[in-house]
């Protein structure tokens, strides 16, 4: 019997429903870059539209003024937008440049505001995300041989490149349909499934495991934990794993850290770390070690483009930053400087004003989550985003895959405004 979670009740559960259930026909025609973008802003037009219609709506028909934590994520990426234009008028970009930066911050830091406010005030039912989500893991289960294969079969990398790729104007991975990559200097086969690159797809794995614990039907539930734990390992994404072993037990923690006995079951664990503390650092170092060296031409790379961004910001462009992104040296593969790293990147093309524009609404919110985890459902859910939003700052540019992950946004802006949500026993 099909419950009521598969039926929308609102135009914008519908939207969000049809949205991520069409994951797989959307990546197969080039559209996933294009869909992120339109949902946002008409999720943020039903929220302007609803504001306007409020006088003639009854009491408990109209939505709630965003909160303060809201207000402080829409400021947040408005202010990127004009530290954007300041660092053109810096610069001498010239209007044209001007005009495709700001369609660029539109399609990305806009995203998490919008998604945001979303969630915060519109009816969404939680429950209709996680179905949706474990739905698109039981497509994924479907069609997961044929990626397998793939590489063993003589099939493409890269089956075809969207022509939707002139709507975006961004690069071919955006728009590609890429069954498999052969992983450099190893020569294996590396999988990202709808997303622009491999790691990326751990990240939207995660995402969807974390939904997926939520989703009430035992049977959805697993397929859904099935298909985004597979998803994660193929990415061999490192970073996905790690976050894995962190996020839910910390956000667990953090629900019931009122309770007594998860004070006195800490006790121990905390004395048995201090008595072991030399052995527990060398393991870790130990365990960093073999983290960077898994993949150590990436690792390099990385740590080069963040030490250029980092210099050049410091000597260049201190508060507003460089503006736009500018390709590296040969030394880091001629990629973007700041790259694979949030904080990086802002701090190169916004400086230290943009850099504060993202860490302060991202800080504020895990905080006000942190605190009201144990009181509200709701609230635990999305410290467990914010959380991965806060780890995968430092391994991904996050504007750049807010178009995939806005599922966590919506859940978000859910948990920032409590009140608006059930109130649960965490």
């Not at 709507?167 to 590396?190: C, D, H, K, M, Q």
């Not at 989550?369 to 995968?392: F, G």
């Not at 859940?411 to 009140?419: D, F, N, V």
């Amino acid at each position: 019997m099909v419950t009521s979670t598969d039926h929308p009740q609102n135009i914008q559960e519908k939207i969000i429903l049809y949205a991520i259930i069409s994951t797989w026909g959307l990546w197969l025609v080039g559209g996933l870059y294009i869909a992120g973008p339109v949902l946002g802003v008409a999720l943020t037009a039903i929220v302007i539209s609803n504001y306007f219609i409020a006088p003639g709506l009854s009491e408990e028909k109209r939505i709630n003024a965003p909160g303060f934590l809201i207000w402080l994520w829409i400021l947040g990426m408005f202010a990127l937008l004009v530290i954007l234009w300041i660092g053109h008028i810096d610069y001498e970009l010239g209007i044209g440049a001007t005009i495709k930066s700001s369609i660029g911050w539109a399609k990305g830091w806009a995203l998490l505001a919008m998604f945001i406010l979303a969630g915060a005030v519109l009816p969404i039912r939680s429950a209709l995300i996680h179905r949706a989500i474990c739905r698109v893991g039981k497509y994924s289960l479907f069609i997961l041989p044929i990626f397998l294969i793939a590489p063993y079969i003589g099939l493409p990398q890269t089956l075809w490149v969207s022509p939707l790729k002139i709507l975006g104007g961004s690069g071919n991975e955006y728009f590609a349909a890429t069954l498999y990559t052969i992983e450099p200097g190893v020569g294996t086969a590396r999988w990202q499934f709808f997303a622009p690159w491999s790691p990326a797809a751990g990240m939207i794995a995660l995402v969807h495991f974390l939904c997926a614990l939520e989703e009430k039907d035992v049977k959805w539930k697993m397929i859904g934990l099935i298909a985004s734990l597979a998803i994660m390992l193929l990415s061999q994404s490192r970073l996905a794993l790690v976050a894995l072993i962190i996020i839910w037990p910390f956000a667990f923690a953090a629900s019931r850290i009122n309770r007594p006995y998860l004070w006195f079951m800490a006790m121990p664990i905390l004395l048995l770390l201090g008595w072991f503390a030399i052995d527990i650092i060398n393991l870790i170092d130990s365990a960093i070690q073999s983290f960077s060296g898994a993949r150590a031409d990436s690792s390099r790379v990385r740590a080069a483009l963040g030490r250029i961004a980092v210099e050049r910001w410091q000597n260049e462009a201190y508060w507003f930053g460089h503006a736009v992104v500018e390709r590296g040296p040969h030394l880091v593969e001629y990629m973007p400087i700041g790259s694979h790293h949030s904080w990086y990147g802002l701090l190169f093309v916004k400086g230290l004003s943009g850099f504060f524009a993202l860490a302060i609404p991202l800080a504020a919110s895990f905080l006000f989550l942190l605190y009201n985890a144990h009181k509200y459902h709701a609230s635990r859910l999305a410290l467990s985003m914010v959380t991965l939003l806060i780890l995968y700052s430092f391994g991904e540019n996050l504007e750049i895959l807010a178009y995939l992950y806005w599922p966590a946004l919506i859940l978000i802006g859910k948990g920032l405004m409590p009140e608006n949500n059930e109130k649960a026993a965490a």
